[in-house]
């Protein structure tokens, strides 16, 4: 399938941001709105928008993830936001979790294509991980109500770790409605990052209890979620 160049056009900054792993950034994209299209990963409707409503709004999580961190990407799909991740952060170990075998086929030829050697495709759910695997961090975007999200993805945290989720417009509900108990100590707030097109992406950020770090000042508690709006600069961003 041709591929329009309205497509393919990245927005004024997106160089920018991708330093000297640009080629692949583009290169990813290019498999987003060919193969990505054509095996119904993406929306026809989204593939003149994949750079402002995907990549873009996925790469601004590098923001919140520490350096060498290890991240497993749940319901990875086409690899929002896990490839994302791993192109714009070279020092990242991420795995791209997902069941269905014709996104894992999809993941898996992004992979090798683009040479992500830091980057693995792992077929499972998240739930089948418990106990087998543990991350720093945790992504996940537009796979389940917040409440279910927790419930899949809290037993993959590393005690301290973070759990991103990418959410829309009901992000802040979602939060409000959520259930204290299902944090089991740790914290939740939300917070707003903007791209380099200005486009907001709402993130809930989970913390996991970390029992090492505990002081006996009494019980602390989560308190109302939090906004904030950082800076577009991604935490060890390639030069």
Known sequence: MEQPQSALAAPEGARELFGTRWPLAAA????????????????????????????????????????????????SGAGLPGIVLAILREDLHVDLIEPMQRRVTFLRESVAELGLSGCRVVRARAEQLAGQASYDVVTARAVAPLDRLLAGTMPLLSPGGSLLALKGATAEQELAALPRELLAGGSARMVVLRSVTGEATRVVVITAADPASAVPAGPASPGPASEREPSTSAAARPR
């Open 28 to 75: 990813y994209v290019r498999r987003l709105v060919g193969p990505g299209v054509e095996r119904g990963l993406i929306g026809p409707r989204e593939r003149d928008r994949v750079w402002e409503r995907h990549v873009l709004n996925c790469a601004v999580l590098g923001e919140l993830v520490p350096v060498g961190a290890r991240v497993g990407d749940v319901g």
